[in-house]
């Protein structure tokens, strides 16, 4: 018999439908955040895994806010960090997010994992915005599919990958946070491929929309960027990871050389979504070689306008 998840409330740190051992586990995971955070969370997902294996086989619910619950296997080692209430989940985008919730836009979450960023956007604190949850592990879709259904069925989603043009690829990978169709893979899971401007063929979106893509495919973004040149020329904002231990910056690299779309990164020293012209601010920035940083790329006057009013808002909250 599966037994009913654990609810956790970011809001209030409430904890219920654990047992002794489950809420003593809670509060080593969220202490386990709190510590490895000073080091960028080195080794924490390792000794979360290794605490999963002693505790029983069922979810955990955590209320991100009034409108949005995440569910995923109790001990997971990627997304049991929040339980740790201070810890905040890729604080540029939610950055973005929060301030976009008087946007008409749809988010496009491509790699989408559990559907993190489906649910939360989609929540009435960030706009009640539509989403397609995009992702195409047979291990994650499920889990994917479940998030849709406690939040309602509000955000749409899709069993594949994304790249540069439809067609079939090998997915593999040991974490399920890393799953990828990179490379030439003679294993793994057969599945399909299509590309972001498909969307549009496919009448899943329209050509004239507001959109916030985010990129998180694991070694295919140049493909995925190849695959999306008419949407990219739109009201676009492309939201795409660089991986720590890429001392070339090679997405950022792409986006700046081969496309014409402006280079956003966001420096956690100003606070501010900075318009960049060369790479060397990613030394800076980078610091952490196991861990993704997002970088943002639009020729979007309308997203750039915003990203400039933030950024505005950003430089008042200071003074």
């Known amino acids: 018999m599966v037994q009913p998840p654990i609810q956790f409330d970011r809001a209030s740190g409430a904890l219920e439908g654990a047992n002794l051992w489950e809420r003593t586990a809670a509060l080593a995971l969220s202490t386990g955040s709190k510590i490895s955070s000073h ?5 924490y997902i390792a000794c979360a895994n290794l605490l999963r294996k002693t505790l029983p086989e069922r979810d955990i619910a955590v209320r991100l806010n009034e409108d949005a619950v995440f569910a995923f296997p109790y001990g997971d080692g990627y997304w049991s960090k929040l339980l740790n209430r201070s810890y905040h989940y890729e604080d540029e985008l939610e950055l973005l997010f929060k301030d976009s919730a008087d946007v008409d836009y749809t988010l496009i979450d491509c790699g989408a994992n559990y559907g993190y960023w489906s649910v939360l956007v989609s ?24 998030n849709a259904d406690i939040n309602g069925n509000r955000f749409e989603t899709m069993k594949c990958a994304i790249g540069a043009g439809r067609g079939k690829a090998k997915l593999s990978g040991t974490k399920h946070e890393a799953f990828s169709i990179a490379g030439d893979q003679t294993g793994g899971e057969e599945v399909p491929v299509i590309a972001l401007d498909n969307l549009l063929d496919d009448g899943k979106i329209a050509l004239n929309g507001k959109y916030l893509i ?6 295919v973004e140049i493909e995925a960027m190849k695959g999306g040149a008419r949407l990219m020329q739109g009201d676009s904002v492309l939201l795409c990871e660089e991986h720590g231990s ?3 910056h090679t997405v950022s690299r792409y986006i700046l050389e081969e496309t014409p779309l402006a280079l956003i990164v966001y420096d956690p020293r100003s606070n501010r979504l900075e318009t960049v012209s060369e790479l060397s601010i990613l030394d800076r920035i980078k610091v952490s070689t ?15 306008d915003r990203i400039n009013a933030l950024n505005a808002k950003a430089v008042r909250r200071v003074q």
């Open 39 to 43: 080091f960028s969370h080195m080794g």
């Open 290 to 304: 196991h861990v993704g940083y997002n970088v943002f790329g639009t020729a979007s006057a309308f997203w750039q």
């Open 123 to 146: 929540s009435r604190p960030f706009g009640s915005q539509k989403a397609i949850a995009i992702e195409p592990s047979g291990q994650n879709f499920p889990k994917l599919a479940n």
């Open 246 to 248: 890429d001392r070339e």
């Open 214 to 219: 985010k990129l998180d495919v694991e070694g």
